[in-house]
C-alpha cells in the first residue's frame, strides 16, 4: 500500500478556500442529512446513485437540449488502467474516484488535475471471474470508504487519502472478492460482496462509520434451519453464491434497504442446487438498522443463465392502477420489467422489454412459468434469449421527475448456454459448472441495444434510441431535458427527454463500461463519463 | 456476472487454478504432461464438449474448417497433452484460437482426450491436384484481382500467401464451390447507398453509430457518415464467385495449388 501525496493535497489540507470557488457549492463534511437531501444539492454528486432513489438525475439545467450542440471536451484523466466501471462522487469542486483494482483519486474537478492518489495493492491473490473493476465509492463527513478487490472495506481521509481504518469483509482466499460502491446510512456503511462465480456464500454487511466494526451482517443463503434454506439441496447452501455486487438504495421513511442479489452458484449447472435457491437473483428489503429481512422478491427462481438481480433499483412515488403506491422498479436481467410495492414487496407487474423465451409468463405472484428447452446443456444450447449479459444488467438507469419516464438501456441479444458437470468447490477456482458465451458463432448484427424510455407505472416504452451493439454504460437524465449515455463503440451521445430525438455526440474512441454524472465547476456545468481509460469531461465552450 | 477477462484471469487465475485443482504445490509449470482423464466416459464427454464448444470451427469430426484440422496425426501448435492443454485454456494469440477461461480444468482435459483421439486417426487429405497447372487456373480466373499472395494481388478477400496451413483441403474446396458456407467476419462485404443515390460496395472494415467504413474493389479505403446514406445492406453472400463451373481436374489442381501454399515469404 503506497499513499502519493502530491503538492495539490497538501494546498488543499491546509487551505479552506473551496476549490470549486462556487458560491452555491457546499463542501466537506457531508452529512447524513445532506445524502437525505442530495437531489437539493445538483452542484455536487454525493452518492453513487445520485440520491437514495438512484435516480442518476440532475436538476442542473445550464446544459439543456437547446444548447447542448455547443458541449465540447474540456479535460481528459487517463487511469492508465483496463476496464473502469466507477461512478465518481464530486463535492465543492473536487472529484473523488475509482481506478482498478481498488485505487482512490481526488481530482481538482475544473482541470482534471489529481490532487492526490491513493494506491492500493492487494494484500493477497484473488479469484476473480470478471476483471479487476470497482465500481465507487460513498462519503460521509470527510471520510471515502471503498470496498476492495480483497474484500476489505477502506476509510480514507478524503482530504489526503490517508487510510483510517481497514476492515476485513471476508477472506479473499475463499473467492470472496468486493467491487461494489458502498452506501451510507445514518453512521453506518452498507458493503456488498462478489464472487458467486467463485462458490461463495453471500450477504450484505454493515459497518460503523467511525470504527470499521462490523454492525450487522445479513446472509444471502440461509444456513440449514434459517427461513429459506428449505429452497438449497444438501450442503449446496454453503457455496450459494447470491452476491451483492451492485450498490442499492434507501428509503428514509421505511428505513429500509433496497439491494439486488446475483446468482447462485454453480451458475449454470443447478443440479447440485436443487429447489429455488433464495435469496439468489432477488430483490432484499432490509432493515438499516439490523438488518432483517422485511421482504424479498425473487425474479429467478433456481437461475441456470447468468441472471444476476444486481440491477439498480429505482424508487418512486407514484399511481399504480390508480393508487398512490411506494414503488420499487427495476428492469431485471431476466428480460422483465418489474414493479413491486416498496412497503410490501407485492409484486405488481412483469413486462418484458427485450426479446426473451425463457418464460411463458409471469404469473399473478410473479413466478416464472418457464418454458421446456431453455436450459444449458453440454453441446451448449443457443435458442435462449436474453443471453448470458441479460437484457439489463448492473449499469445505472434514471428516472426523470420532469418527464415522470424511466430511462435504462437495452440489450438485444443470445448466447450459447452450456452446462458441464457440476465442480467442487476449491479455493481459486472457478465455479460456474458451464459457460455462456459463444459470441463469436453469431454475427454482429444478430446483436444490438436500445436506450429504452418507459413509463414506469406501466412499462409502457414511450420511445427507444437503437445501438449498433449491446451497450454497458450507465445513464443520467437532467433537467435541462437531455439523456446522456453511451454506446459500446465509444460514443457519448445527448438525447431530448421528451423525444428521444439525438442532439448530440462525442466519439470516445473506445467502450464504455461506466455512467455519466453532472455536477458545478466554479459554477459552470459539467458532465463526466469514462471512456475507455479516460475519464473525459464535457462543458460548453 | 460473466464478462471474463483475459488478463485478470491469468494474472490472478493461472497459477492458482490449477494449484487448486491439484495437489497442493503444484502451478502451471508442473503441469502434467499426460493427460489424467482418459477414461471412456471422460472420452464421451470430452466429445460432447468438443462438438458444443470446438466443432463449429474444428469441424464435428475434426476435419478443420475455419480452424485447424484435428485429425491428421499432426498439430501446428504442440502435440502433447499438456501443449494441447494450454492452446485450449489460453487460447493462441493472433488467431481466431479463444481460450475456455472459465471451464472447469476437467473439462479441459477431457476435449483434450477426445482432440487425441480424433488426432489418432491420421486422416490427413493430401491434395491431389498438380499445384503448377493449379497456379495456372488461378491466373486464368483472375483470383490475383481480389487475393494476394507474397505481396502480389488484390486487397478484397483474404490473403492466400499461407493458407495451405491454415485450411484443411476440404475447406479450401468447399470454399471454391461454396463460398458463402463459412464467411469469415472480417471479409464480410457491405453495399451502401447514398442520398444522392450513389453505390459503393466492398469489404466491411468498421461501423459505429455514425460512421462506416470499406474498402472497395479496387482497394479503396471509403468513408461515410450515416446521414449521408439512406441505404446500408449487409449480404450474407461473399463477394467471391463460387467456382462450380471447374472441370474437376481445375479444382482439384487449383486446391492443390493453394494447398501448397504454407509460408509468407
Known amino acids: ?49 445520485g440520491d437514495y432513489r ?130 451510507i446510512i445514518k453512521d ?25 466494526e462490523r454492525v450487522w451482517r445479513f446472509w444471502t443463503v440461509p444456513a440449514p434451519g434459517e427461513a429459506g434454506s428449505e429452497t438449497w439441496g444438501g450442503d449446496s447452501w454453503k457455496y450459494g453464491g447470491a452476491s451483492t455486487w451492485i450498490t442499492g438504495s434507501y428509503d428514509p ?35 438499516a438498522d439490523t438488518g432483517k429481512l422485511k421482504w424479498y422478491f425473487q425474479f429467478t427462481p433456481h437461475d441456470t443463465h447468468d441472471w444476476d438481480a444486481t440491477q439498480v433499483p429505482v424508487l418512486l412515488d407514484s399511481t399504480f392502477d390508480g393508487r398512490p403506491r411506494k414503488l420499487v422498479v427495476m428492469p431485471s436481467r431476466n428480460g422483465f420489467y418489474y414493479i413491486l410495492d416498496r412497503q410490501t414487496g407485492e409484486f405488481l407487474l412483469a413486462k418484458p422489454y427485450v426479446k426473451q423465451t425463457w418464460a411463458k409468463e409471469i404469473d399473478r405472484k410473479g413466478r416464472p412459468v418457464v418454458n421446456p428447452g431453455q436450459e444449458p446443456t453440454l453441446e451448449g444450447n443457443d435458442q435462449i434469449w436474453p443471453g448470458v449479459d441479460g437484457g439489463n444488467n448492473w449499469m445505472s438507469p434514471s428516472y426523470n421527475p420532469d418527464t415522470k419516464l424511466l430511462y435504462f438501456n437495452a440489450r438485444e441479444e443470445r448466447r450459447r448456454f452450456f452446462k458441464s458437470d457440476a465442480p467442487e468447490f476449491r479455493p481459486g477456482d472457478a465455479f460456474f459448472g458451464g459457460g455462456g458465451g459463444g459470441g463469436a458463432r453469431f454475427r454482429p448484427e444478430e446483436s444490438w441495444g436500445y436506450l429504452i424510455a418507459m413509463a414506469p407505472e406501466t412499462g409502457e416504452i414511450r420511445w427507444q434510441h437503437r445501438i449498433l451493439s449491446p451497450p454497458w454504460a450507465g445513464v443520467l437524465s437532467t433537467a435541462g431535458n437531455l439523456v446522456f449515455s453511451a454506446t459500446p463503440s465509444g460514443n457519448f451521445y445527448a438525447l431530448d427527454a421528451r423525444t428521444g430525438k439525438e442532439l448530440w455526440h462525442f466519439n470516445g474512441g473506445d467502450r464504455v463500461f461506466a455512467g455519466p454524472i453532472t455536477f458545478l465547476s466554479r459554477g459552470k456545468q459539467l458532465v463526466t463519463i469514462p471512456i475507455g481509460d479516460n475519464l473525459i469531461a464535457f462543458g460548453l465552450d | 456476472m460473466l464478462r471474463i477477462s483475459l488478463i485478470a484471469y491469468c494474472l490472478m487465475s493461472c497459477a492458482l487454478v490449477l494449484q487448486a485443482q491439484r495437489p497442493a504445490g503444484q502451478s502451471r509449470s508442473n503441469l502434467p504432461d499426460t493427460n489424467p482423464y482418459t477414461s471412456a466416459a471422460d ?76 488426432n489418432r486417426q491420421g486422416l490427413k487429405e493430401t491434395a491431389t491436384g ?52 463459412d464467411l469469415p467476419l472480417d471479409y464480410r462485404t457491405v453495399e451502401v447507398i447514398t442520398i444522392t443515390g450513389k453505390r459503393s460496395s466492398g469489404i466491411h472494415l468498421n461501423e ?58
Open chain 1, 1 to 49: 500500500m503506497r499513499i502519493v501525496l502530491l503538492l495539490g493535497a497538501m494546498v488543499l489540507a491546509l487551505s479552506s478556500t473551496p476549490m470549486g470557488q462556487s458560491p452555491s457549492s457546499r463542501g466537506l463534511p457531508v452529512t447524513y442529512e445532506r445524502l437525505l437531501k442530495a437531489p437539493t444539492e445538483p452542484d455536487n454528486w454525493l452518492t453513487y446513485g
Open chain 1, 54 to 183: 438512484s435516480h442518476h438525475y440532475s436538476r442542473l439545467n445550464q446544459i439543456t437540449a437547446d444548447n447542448v450542440h455547443r458541449l465540447r471536451a474540456k479535460w481528459i484523466y487517463q487511469f492508465h488502467r483496463p476496464k473502469v466501471e466507477a461512478t465518481p462522487i464530486v463535492v465543492d469542486g473536487v472529484m473523488y474516484l475509482t481506478r482498478p483494482p481498488s485505487d482512490v483519486i481526488a481530482l481538482d474537478a475544473e482541470t482534471g488535475r489529481a490532487l492526490w492518489t491513493f494506491e492500493y495493492r492487494l494484500a493477497s491473490s484473488v479469484y476473480i471471474c470478471c476483471g479487476q473493476v470497482n465500481r465507487g465509492l460513498a462519503l460521509l463527513g470527510t471520510t471515502l470508504f471503498i470496498t476492495t478487490l480483497d474484500a476489505k472495506l477502506l476509510a480514507l481521509d478524503a482530504l489526503s487519502g490517508r487510510v483510517l481504518w481497514k476492515s476485513d469483509m471476508a477472506d479473499p482466499g475463499l473467492n470472496y472478492t468486493a467491487t461494489a460502491a458502498p452506501l
Open chain 1, 188 to 212: 453506518k456503511v452498507i458493503a456488498g460482496i462478489a464472487g458467486a462465480e467463485g462458490g461463495i456464500r453471500g450477504f450484505l454487511d454493515a459497518y460503523d462509520a467511525k470504527t470499521g
Open chain 1, 253 to 287: 421513511e421505511l428505513n429500509l434497504i433496497y439491494w439486488g442479489t446475483g446468482n447462485p452458484g454453480p451458475d449454470y449447472n443447478g443440479d447440485v442446487r436443487p429447489g429455488d435457491n433464495l435469496y439468489s437473483c432477488s430483490l432484499l428489503a432490509l432493515d
Open chain 2, 43 to 118: 472420452l464421451e464427454a470430452g466429445r460432447k464438449l468438443y462438438i458444443g464448444k470446438c466443432g463449429h470451427c474444428h469441424g464435428q469430426n475434426g476435419e478443420g474448417g475455419r480452424g485447424a484440422t484435428l485429425n491428421t496425426g499432426q498439430f501446428r501448435h504442440g502435440n502433447s497433452d499438456r501443449e494441447i492443454f494450454l492452446i485450449i485454456r489460453n487460447g493462441l494469440p493472433n488467431t481466431e484460437m479463444p481460450g475456455t477461461f472459465n471451464a472447469p480444468e476437467v473439462d479441459v482435459w477431457r476435449i483434450v482426450a477426445y482432440v487425441q483421439q480424433l
Open chain 2, 130 to 181: 498438380d499445384a503448377a497447372a493449379g497456379l495456372l487456373v488461378y491466373g486464368k480466373n483472375g483470383c490475383a484481382a481480389c487475393h494476394r499472395i507474397n505481396g502480389k494481388g488484390g486487397f478484397l478477400g483474404p490473403d492466400l500467401s499461407d493458407i495451405g496451413a491454415k485450411r484443411a483441403v476440404r475447406h479450401l474446396r468447399e470454399s471454391l464451390l461454396e463460398p458463402n458456407a
Open chain 2, 208 to 265: 459505429d453509430e455514425y460512421s462506416l467504413h470499406l474498402r472497395d474493389s479496387q482497394g479503396s479505403l471509403l468513408s461515410f457518415l450515416k446521414t449521408e446514406l439512406k441505404e446500408i445492406k449487409l449480404p450474407r453472400e461473399s463477394l467471391m464467385p463460387d467456382y462450380k463451373s471447374l472441370s474437376k481436374d481445375e479444382l482439384e489442381n487449383l486446391v492443390g495449388y493453394l494447398s501448397s501454399l504454407r509460408q509468407k515469404q
